[in-house]
């Protein structure tokens, strides 16, 4: 098997991959800001760091990956008060929008989804590490990071710190990308507005000691993998970096993989330019899921992905080949069913097709007919989805994800029946627990028996 090689922005170089635990990867992405529904950038984003679960547990890792939904920020707190409504109420409808867009574009979810609301008290307590530590000052109620006490700022992205005055700071956590300046960890509250109480005064927390707190809950110090975009370089993971490292004195990440920019007709995505889009839009203009993710995943994630809706910007010679591949496919089922025949079209135009990417032969036009040729041989194949594991526990077969079978399940069941008999409720407890972490849910019917089933 070849060694993997993985792009640090922290270096700027093409590092081998080892995680700090051998076997095991901790992987954190920033997740959306669901203030509004994701565009198809934030999507290109999704799909890249997909791919790289997808092939490090094909690899045999055992991922522990985080994804944080920012479900408070400056302009959630504002919308949601200028709605009348809770923080949570108002993020909801974007939250599940984007649970669903996930699922609509195969991304599969990571261990860990979590909410930012779920996690003031952790931010509230790196805060106060960081006091301790003096990289904060007050000022007018809110609580802000000293950029200059911290030697290594900048080193992620290798912004030019040399401007850059002691004390200066922005209120905004939207600000400019040159302003490289001292950052809100706590904000004082706003009148009208929701704030928290907290140890450490009334307020909300800063965006940047969102992603620090969360991502060192669940992944320790020292994460394996950190990915985002690659506007979310500078500031945002720099201040991560600044904010952790400070904490902790350990190195926070130790590969930061960043995914480049979508344009949409060679231009930059912008409201005001009228081409921004969501997924919805584009399924409304009749894409198909399937074409969007091939579309998306298809260019290598450290080059921007022109996305146009030309439908001449298809290459004829790939447009034939899609055509005769069909074609032979289509002769070798003919064939008195020769599937080694039609097994070969497959292949010829898979190898053909990523030779034309390479070049970049391969056009947006292409990829709906390139997924309805590859959506055809698994109409017919039936392999390319991966649902073995769930079939074989439905017919009562372990799967190799640590999945019980009912044999198991059943044994389980009656040792914690056994245990409730003797009134050891600390192990009835524990094997509930158990099943529970294993996707089981019981149920204690009336006549004190126990039904079970899967999560
Ligand atoms: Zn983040």
Redesign the pocket.
């Known amino acids: 098997m070849h060694e993997i090689q993985l792009h640090n922005t922290l270096s700027g170089k093409i590092e081998p991959f080892a995680p700090l635990k051998p076997g095991q990867v901790g992987m954190y992405t920033?997740g959306p800001t669901v203030y509004d529904y994701a565009h198809i950038g934030n999507y290109r984003t999704f799909v890249f760091q997909d791919i790289l679960r997808r092939f490090l547990k094909l690899r045999g890792f055992k991922l522990n990956h985080v994804m944080?939904l920012t479900d408070v920020d400056d302009r959630i707190i504002a919308n949601a008060a200028a709605a009348g409504v809770g923080i949570r109420k108002y993020t909801e409808k974007f939250v599940q929008a984007f649970f669903t867009d996930c699922k609509t574009l195969s991304i599969e979810s990571p261990e860990h989804w979590i909410r930012a609301t779920d996690h003031i008290d952790d931010m509230v307590a790196l805060i106060e590490k960081l006091q301790k530590n003096t990289y904060t000052y007050p000022s007018e109620g809110s609580i802000y990071y000293r950029i200059t006490k911290f030697k290594d700022y900048g080193k992620l992205s290798k912004v030019d710190l040399s401007g850059i005055q002691a004390g200066a700071r922005v209120d905004n956590d939207r600000y400019e990308k040159e302003s490289a300046r001292d950052f809100a960890l706590w904000k004082a509250p706003k009148p009208g507005e929701h704030f928290w109480e907290t140890p450490i005064g009334a307020g909300r927390p800063g965006w940047h000691i969102?992603?620090s707190a969360m991502a060192m809950k669940y992944l320790g110090d020292t994460l394996d993998i950190h990915t985002?975009g690659i506007d979310?370089a500078f500031p945002?993971h720099e201040n991560?970096i600044a904010q952790s490292e400070a904490a902790t004195g350990k190195q926070f990440v130790r590969y930061w993989l960043h995914a480049e920019h979508l344009l949409v007709e060679g231009e930059k995505m912008s409201k005001s330019l009228g081409n921004f889009f969501t997924l919805r839009d584009l399924f409304a203009k009749g894409y198909k899921p399937s074409a969007l993710r091939f579309a998306l995943a298809s260019v290598p994630y450290r080059r921007q992905l022109n996305f146009t809706f030309d439908p001449a910007g298809n290459q004829p010679g790939m447009a034939a080949r899609i055509a005769k591949a069909a074609d032979d496919f289509d002769g070798g089922l003919s064939d008195d069913l020769n599937t080694a025949q039609a097994l070969a079209a497959v292949y010829d135009f898979v190898r053909e097709a990523n030779t034309a990417m390479d070049k970049g032969e391969f056009r947006q036009g292409d990829v709906s007919a390139a997924a309805e040729f590859l959506g055809n041989f698994d109409q017919v194949f039936a392999v390319l989805e991966d649902n073995d594991a769930e079939k074989l526990k439905a017919i009562g077969f372990a799967g190799d994800d640590g999945g019980l079978s009912d044999a198991e399940i059943e044994k389980l069941v009656e040792e914690r029946q056994a245990a409730r008999a003797r009134r050891d409720f600390a192990a009835s407890d524990r094997v509930r627990k158990e099943l529970s972490d294993r996707g089981i849910i019981l149920e204690d019917t009336k006549d004190g028996k126990v039904r079970w089933k899967r999560k």
């Open positions: 920033c944080n969102e992603c985002g979310l945002h991560e």
